[in-house]
């Protein structure tokens, strides 16, 4: 199975701060991304697919980039409602997910 | 609207047995892959099993091979997890989650998904 490495696993940031997480897949999984938002007690919601593809009603402040191995999820202005863990997922193969990353507040 | 309704979920005995059942709405249930996605308390996410639309198509993850059985009704639109031979490490929230499907087929990419049902391991 192709593994997923997330990072890092937490961060700590204040609204309005731009946030970035990183996601390193074991081989090329040819952009077979997607970007998840999970918040407590609910179920992940999808925010980017194909890596950089906005899922409709997704605010455009969220965005996707990478290619290969390496992919990016960007925050461009971190709002109230942005506190969540954040997940990627590939869908090449057999999926498999990051292990996640916790976006505290300051 | 896409709905999702897990049930069946609660305390087994190591080594037990149970069924999830996930009643679906507001799709054409037969034209989609459907998959359960378990999250183990505290932990991340784990793809479990998943379904082609007429049911023939089946896959599983390593840790459930052998002891969870996937299937569907689609008369009733309603996605079943048969769960034997429950271990402590199989205690997690299970979800139902629908595949982004297109002309082109259909992706694990997972646009919907239920609210959950917890099933716990324990003696």
């Known amino acids: 199975d192709i593994q997923m490495t997330q990072s890092p696993s937490s961060l700590s940031a204040s609204v309005g701060d731009r946030v970035t997480i990183t996601c390193r897949a074991s081989q090329d999984i040819r952009n077979a991304l997607v970007w998840y938002q999970q918040k407590p007690g609910k179920a992940p919601e999808v925010l980017l697919y194909?890596?950089?593809r906005l899922q409709g009603g997704v605010p455009s402040r969220f965005s996707g980039s990478g290619s290969g191995t390496d992919y990016t999820l960007s925050i461009s202005s971190l709002q109230p409602e942005d506190f969540a863990t954040y997940y990627c997922?590939?869908?090449?193969?057999?999926?498999?997910f990051g292990q996640g990353t916790k976006v505290e507040i300051k | 609207e896409v709905q999702l309704v897990e049930s069946g979920g609660g305390l087994v005995q190591p080594g037990g047995s149970l069924r999830l059942s996930c009643a679906a709405s507001?799709?054409?249930?037969?034209?989609?892959?459907m998959n359960w996605v378990r999250q183990a308390p505290g932990k991340g996410l784990e793809w479990v099993s998943g379904?082609?639309?007429?049911?023939?198509?089946?896959g599983y993850a390593d840790s459930v091979k052998g002891r969870f059985t996937i299937s569907r009704d689609n008369s009733k639109n309603t996605l079943y997890l048969h769960m034997n031979s429950l271990r402590a490490e199989d205690t997690a929230e299970y979800y139902c989650a629908k595949s982004r499907c297109s002309g082109g087929g259909c992706q694990s990419i997972f646009d919907y998904w239920g609210q959950g049902s917890l099933v716990t391991v324990s003696s």
């Open positions: 379904i082609s639309g007429s049911g023939d198509d089946t």
């Open positions: 194909a890596a950089s």
């Open positions: 507001g799709f054409t249930f037969s034209n989609h892959v």
């Open positions: 997922q590939h869908y090449y193969s057999t999926p498999t």
